[in-house]
C-alpha cells in the first residue's frame, strides 16, 4: 500500500540499536530507519559511551540514517564525515531532544528550535562535510506560544536539507498527550515526514492527507518490531511471538555479549509481553536472571515455544 520510502523507523536511544534494527529489518527489508542519537563531540572524540551506539553500517539492509545532536557547526560537521565515512544513507540531526541534558545543558536538540541562526549554522556545516542527503528531525516548536517549525522548515531548506520529520508535539510537552500533526501548507519548502502515534495504516493514510511526504513511527515498535512490515503490508504479526523474542535475544547477546546484553533486553521482554496473561511474573522473573540459558527457557515457556 506504501511505498518503502514512506514509513521510517524513528530513533530512540537506548532502542533502536543494531539487534532492534536486525528485527526491524527481518520484516520490512527497506524500510529507512534511523540510529540512535550520538553526541556529536563523544563520537569526534570515540569516547566509550558513544562506541556502544556506533556501528559500521556498510554492511546493514537498507537505508540507514545515523542521527546526531550537538551546538557547534564544526563538530557536527566532523561528526557527520565519520558517520558517513562508514555507510550511513543520510544524516540526521536532532533539533527536538528535550531532555535537559541535551536541549538546557548541551544548547543542542530542542534548543535549537529557539536558535534558528545557529540551526541554520549547523546544517550548513552538515550539508557541506558530507555526499549524502541531510535531514533534520524537531518538534512543532518549543512550547504552546512558540510553534514555529515552519520557520524552522525555511532554514532547512535555504541550508541544504533535503527533508525532514515533524513531531507533533511541542518540546514542553515532552511525550504526552496525543500528538498534533498540522495540514502542511503548499508554501513548505520541504517534504515533511509526519511523526507521532503513528501506529497503523489509517494514522498512514491520514497523515498523506495533510500533505505529508511519510510518516515515522516511534513507540509502536516497541515490542512490536513487525509493525513497519505490517503498516507497509510485506509482513504480517508473527504467530508465535516467542520466535522473535529469542531471536532478538540471540542478537542482543551476539552483538553486547551476555553480561552487557541480559540487562539490556529486559526491557524489550517487558514490552513483548505486555497485555499478555501473567506478564507481570514474567517481568519479575526476567529481571532477576542472569543467565542466558535461563532467560532462553523463560521466555520459551512464557511464550509455549516448541522447544520449552
Ligand atoms: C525512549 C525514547 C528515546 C528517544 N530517542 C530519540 C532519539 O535518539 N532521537 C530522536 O530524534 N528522537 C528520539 N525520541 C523521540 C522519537 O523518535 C519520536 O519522535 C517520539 O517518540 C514520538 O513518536 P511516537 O509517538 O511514535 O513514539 C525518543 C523517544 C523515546 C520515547
Redesign the pocket.
Known sequence: MFTNNQIFA??????TDRPFRTMVRKFSPDVPLVT??ISCHSLVQMRRGCIRNFDNYRDEVGPIGA?IFGAEPDIMANAARILADNGASWIDI?M??PVPKVATRAGAGAHLMRDHILAGKIISAVVHAVDIPVSI?TRLGWDDDHRDWLDLMHVAHDFGARFATL?GRTRAQL?VGP?QLPQIPSDCPLPIIA????ANVAHVTDALGRGYAGAM????MLGAPWILGVICGAAKRPENVGEIVLEHLENTLEYYGVQAGIPLFRKHAAWYSAGIANSSEFRIRVNSITDAGALKKTISEFWGCVDA
Open positions: 524513528a530513533p530512540l536511544a537506548g532502542i540512535e542519537m542521527q536532532n527536538g531532544c528531525k513531531h511525550y500528538a511523526n507521532g502515534d503513528i513511527v516511534g513507540r509502536a
